[in-house]
Antibody, heavy 114, light 109 residues
Framework: EVQLVESGGGLVHPGGSLRLSCEAS????????MNWVRQAPGKGLEWISN????????YYADSVKGRFTISRDDDKNSLYLQMSHLRAEDTAMYYC???????WGQGTLVTVSS | QAVVTQEPSLTVSPGGTVTLTCGSS?????????SYWFQQKPGLAPRTLIY???ARHSWTPARFSGSLLGGKAALTLSGAQPEDEAEFYC?????????FGGGTKLTVL
């Protein structure tokens, strides 16, 4: 069974950093394009980043470019999102998802507040 | 980056038919955008209904169908059920970048 489990969310001060993880099972993250998507409270879905099977192909939304970094550890079959210079508007539930968008995790909540 | 537009809200009667659309600021939506449709109910993660413009997942009810219509991606619900009331999001691919629409709140009433 394919499963994605996010972790690493929590409360962080503005300007701080946080690293999210997404552990996959039932398939190999090295063979799929993997995405991070977020949803602010009461708002819509926002795509923020993805990484291709080659790892060299990484893409970011303008809203996070230069502050967030996506990566992958094939040995741990996991996806990561390193977030820095966090702002209040980064407060959201963060989901990982496997293309072709067959599977989503349940999300991890990030709250940026002083 | 591109902007993807959806109707903010739509209402359909039980048993009725409704079409949700998904437009792109860059021009006509084509098969090259690999249109996706997701359903989300309160407190839950999104669930994929349609991928690659027209393909249904094994869990997608047959009453949902995807297409291209008038330069937009479209999701048609035929024979709406009360449990179909939800937020619906489309997603378009722009080479490596992905963009979600703002979502359509569908009410079955």
């Amino acid at each position: 069974e394919v499963q994605l489990v996010e972790s690493g969310g929590g409360l962080v001060h503005p300007g701080g950093s946080l690293r999210l993880s997404c552990e996959a099972s039932g398939f190999s993250v090295s063979t799929h394009r993997m995405n991070w998507v977020r949803q602010a409270p009461g708002k819509g879905l926002e795509w923020i980043s993805n990484i291709g099977p080659s790892s060299s192909a990484k893409y970011y939304a303008d809203s996070v470019k230069g502050r967030f970094t996506i990566s992958r550890d094939d040995d741990k079959n996991s996806l990561y999102l390193q977030m820095s210079h966090l702002r209040a508007e980064d407060t959201a539930m963060y989901y990982c998802a496997r293309e072709p968008w067959l599977n989503w995790g349940q999300g991890t909540l990030v709250t940026v507040s002083s | 980056q591109a902007v993807v537009t959806q109707e903010p809200s739509l209402t359909v009667s039980p048993g009725g038919t409704v079409t949700l659309t998904c437009g792109s600021s860059t021009g006509a939506v084509t098969n090259d955008h690999y249109s996706y449709w997701f359903q989300q109910k309160p407190g839950l993660a999104p669930r994929t209904l349609i991928y690659d413009t027209t393909a249904r997942h094994s869990w997608t009810p047959a009453r949902f169908s995807g297409s291209l219509l008038g330069g937009k991606a479209a999701l048609t619900l035929s024979g709406a059920q009360p449990e179909d009331e939800a937020e619906f999001y489309c997603l378009l691919h722009y080479s490596g970048v992905r963009v979600f629409g703002g979502g359509t709140k569908l009410t079955v009433l």
